[in-house]
T-cell receptor
Framework: EDKVVQSPLSLVVHEGDTVTLNCSYE??????LLWYKQEKKAPTFLFML????IEKKSGRLSSILDKKELFSILNITATQTGDSAVYLC???????????FGTGTRLQVTL | GAVVSQHPSWVICKSGTSVKIECRSL??????MFWYRQFPKQSLMLMAT?????????EQGVEKDKFLINHASLTLSTLTVTSAHPEDSSFYIC?????????????FGPGTRLTVT
């Protein structure tokens, strides 16, 4: 059975801090790893990673994938209260575009 | 771009009735749409994969006769919860994969909160 595990489950930081969120996976037929941000409603897409070692960056957020060690990290620098959300990691497997989601990391950024 | 809408955004229905939820890709064509449910403070659980013009593929443990899925066009999929019961109350989210992407990129609708009384 495919498994995606995220850590920590929750995290509280002060505004301005840098955070690192982790995602490890055990799946058959890995195709890609995706990060999403979920606030009150549905998830919004952040990154999709398919190759090891190539950092993807968008503003204060960045992510990298290690296909040998089967994990990915999501970094957020200079956190703001608007970064408070649940961050979901998902792994795409097989040929049916199916995603398996991790349990998410709940991030709270305080003033 | 890549906007997905869902309707209704919330619905309350009585036990035993059926509820239909629509998922539309507004600015792209989607050969594949996915239906998830999410319980409070839990992650998304895939219910089924909906392919345009063919039968949906259901995940293990999901009753296909209870959760009817129709993917009539490249921009519309519907989920009908038949004979709803209180335990079906949940947040239902659809996503769509762009036809041209050839990848696992999925764009999510805003979700539908279903409450069965």
């Amino acid at each position: 059975e495919d498994k995606v595990v995220q850590s920590p489950l929750s995290l509280v930081v002060h505004e301005g801090d840098t955070v690192t969120l982790n995602c490890s996976y055990e799946v058959t037929n890995f195709r890609s790893l995706l990060w999403y941000k979920q606030e009150k409603k549905a998830p919004t897409f952040l990154f999709m990673l398919t190759s090891s070692g190539i950092e993807k960056k968008s503003g204060r957020l960045s992510s990298i994938l290690d296909k040998k060690e089967l994990f990915s990290i999501l970094n957020i620098t200079a956190t703001q209260t608007g970064d408070s959300a649940v961050y979901l990691c998902a792994v795409g497997t097989g040929t049916a575009s199916k995603l398996t989601f991790g349990t998410g990391t709940r991030l709270q950024v305080t003033l | 771009g890549a906007v997905v809408s869902q309707h209704p955004s919330w619905v309350i229905c009585k036990s035993g009735t059926s509820v239909k939820i629509e998922c539309r890709s507004l600015d792209f064509q989607a050969t594949t749409m996915f239906w998830y449910r999410q319980f409070p403070k839990q992650s998304l659980m895939l219910m089924a994969t909906s392919n345009e013009g063919s039968k949906a593929t259901y995940e293990q443990g999901v009753e296909k006769d209870k959760f009817l899925i129709n993917h009539a066009s490249l921009t519309l999929s519907t989920l009908t919860v038949t004979s709803a019961h209180p335990e079906d109350s949940s947040f239902y989210i659809c996503s769509a994969s762009p036809r041209s992407s050839g990848s696992y990129e999925q764009y999510f609708g805003p979700g539908t909160r279903l409450t069965v009384t």
